[in-house]
């Protein structure tokens, strides 16, 4: 089983930045290397893709709406995925959840992740 705890949501302004943490615990492993994802779920709204990272940290994929603007990265032996949000806009104002899944490549399917966070708001002001 593995657990994801998420950090660094809040509220800023538009146009402004942060950077969403997600640190990954194992009982049975000390590394957590498989590929890994962030989504978001606005009030009223279904779950939706943002970005997505393979194994390695080479391969990424964003939803357009962030492309150009959020930076997925990890750092795997601090077995931590980061997304960096710049020139924060309110309509992505949400809940950010992170995501792990059992496999070595990204994916934008929320289907295809076995673990989820708690989530962290972020709020973006206009």
């Known amino acids: 089983q593995v657990q994801l705890v998420e950090s660094g949501g809040g509220l800023v302004q538009a146009g402004g930045s942060l950077r969403l943490s997600c640190v990954a615990s194992?009982?049975?492993?000390?590394?957590?290397?498989?590929?890994m994802g962030w989504f978001r779920q606005a009030p009223g709204k279904e779950y939706e893709f943002v970005a997505t990272i393979d194994w390695s940290g080479i391969n990424t994929d964003y939803t357009n709406s962030v492309r150009g603007r959020f930076t997925i990265s990890r750092d795997n032996d601090r077995n931590t995925v980061y997304l960096q949000m710049n020139m924060l806009k309110p309509e992505d104002t949400a809940v950010y959840y992170c995501a792990g899944r059992n496999q070595y490549g990204y994916s934008r399917l929320d289907s295809d992740y076995s673990y989820w966070g708690q989530g962290t708001q972020v709020t973006v002001s206009s």
């Open positions: 194992s009982r049975t492993s000390t590394n957590y290397n498989y590929a």
